[in-house]
């Protein structure tokens, strides 16, 4: 078990669906993230959140809309999704962007495995 | 632009020892991380290196060279649950920059 928290683990949907991926820590993280991985891939970053606001946004399609609604959650919320967006969603977590806490890791969660039909 | 090397794919034997290298070309360095991914799983945290030198953790270290752009990662007493990826991953200066920048992984097989 991992002290980040994904759900669901699994979704499937529809290119016209709308859907969102949640991810919660309470470690008292200020930094969250979200990755996408495909298979044999490493993770690509999509967005970083510092402080409940959006600090990188990685020229990520509009169909993927990310929200902080506070400091412990982060949202992934989806929409007309393509099938090449079929991957691995990681949320990560670190205790601050700033370069004095460089040293500390990121925490992954388990990911939701998305399949787009 | 930011490039990370590592080997794709290593074998190795149960109970041997195994180095994985590492080679980074970044514009700026706060330090390299070590990941340990099982497939399907959550990548999780292996070592941190930001000066040169051995960091050792139990059956694995880390090694980095700052002036030659590199690190290994060293696993001893190979052990059947060690078969993962492993991902070298440099911590950039944070300005507007990608805070994390990962190598493609290498996929470490040990076999009896």
């Known amino acids: 078990d991992t002290e980040v928290t994904q759900t669901p683990k699994h979704l499937v949907m529809g290119m016209t669906n709308k859907k969102s991926l949640k991810c919660e820590q309470h470690?008292?993280?200020?930094?969250m993230y979200w990755y996408k991985q495909k298979a044999k891939k490493p993770p690509e970053l999509m967005f970083v959140?510092?402080?409940?606001?959006?600090?990188i946004n990685e020229s990520v399609p509009s169909r993927f809309s990310p929200e902080c609604p506070n400091s412990s959650l982060l949202n992934l919320h989806l929409h007309a999704l393509q099938p090449e967006d079929s991957a691995l969603y990681l949320c990560?977590?670190?205790?601050?962007?700033?370069?004095?806490?460089?040293?500390?890791?990121?925490?992954f969660g388990d990911g939701t495995r998305l399949s787009i039909l | 632009g930011q490039n990370i090397d590592q080997p794709t794919e290593m074998t190795a034997t149960e109970g041997a020892i195994v180095q994985i290298n590492c080679t980074y070309q970044?514009?700026?360095?706060?330090?390299l991380f070590w990941y340990q991914q099982h497939a399907g799983e959550a990548p999780t945290f292996l070592s941190y290196?930001?000066?040169?030198g051995l960091e050792e953790k139990g059956r694995f270290s880390s090694f980095l060279s700052r002036s030659k752009g590199y690190s290994y990662l060293l696993l001893k007493e190979l052990q059947m649950k060690d078969s993962a990826s492993y991902l070298c991953?440099?911590?950039?200066?944070?300005?507007?920059?990608?805070?994390?920048?990962f190598g493609k992984g290498t996929r470490l097989s040990v076999i009896a």
């Open positions: 959140y510092s402080y409940e606001k959006l600090s």
């Open positions: 990560a977590s670190s205790l601050d962007l700033d370069r004095i806490y460089s040293n500390q890791p990121q925490h």
């Open positions: 970044t514009s700026g360095f706060n330090g």
């Open positions: 991953a440099v911590s950039l200066s944070f300005s507007g920059n990608t805070p994390l920048v």
């Open positions: 290196n930001v000066l040169d």
């Open positions: 470690m008292g993280h200020r930094a």
